[in-house]
């Protein structure tokens, strides 16, 4: 566990990040080393892309008990070690239809299960969007501002969420996710092409 100094780095880091666009990489200088090495480690867990799982449509969950109790907790830890706010189980190999995400470090794990976007707002909003499994990537994506969207909980519980933003915006890129869409499915075709380069000389660097 990291003191309140770490911690208040990472959480500096990943709100300053958030004003760029979902999901955006905090900068590694700005983490103390402990917080730095628990990213690194949760990074290594997490599908990069190439990965084919990453391109595969999920399934939808039938069985709620203990064990996918116990994946939710396992994505949320893993997420949040990540330092990402958004999570979707194809990015640990994992075709089940789950997402979570936390878009407040004070707030409560949010976990969707077989979640569906059953309206969208007409307004749309571009912003920059990062991705755990894209490395060094941060595109313009185009979305709804407003979502309502109809999933079931842990439990097996129905529930509805009603929401706008960020947290709309993250919903949409975990559910793109389960849908084997990626951040490059979205955005423009220079866009596309700059990312591709980042990647690979992000794979000649490792």
Known sequence: MSDSTTETSAETALEEDLEAGAGAEPREAELDPETAARRKAALAQIR???DPVLRTKARPIERFDDALREEVQRMGDLMDDAIGVGLAATQVGVVHRLLVYRIA???QLAALINPEIEWSGRDTESMEEGCLSLPRV????DRPIHVRV???NEYGEPILIEA??????????EIDHLDGVL???RTSREQRKEAMRNLREAEQAA
């Not at 941060?138 to 994506?141: K, Q």
């Not at 706008?164 to 890129?173: C, M, N, P, T």
């Open 105 to 107: 470090q004070d707030a």
């Open 183 to 185: 951040i490059l499915d």
């Open 138 to 141: 941060l595109v313009d994506v």
């Open 48 to 50: 990069q892309f190439g």
């Open 150 to 152: 109809r999933a079931l």
């Open 164 to 173: 706008s933003g960020l947290e709309a915006r993250v919903i949409q890129h």
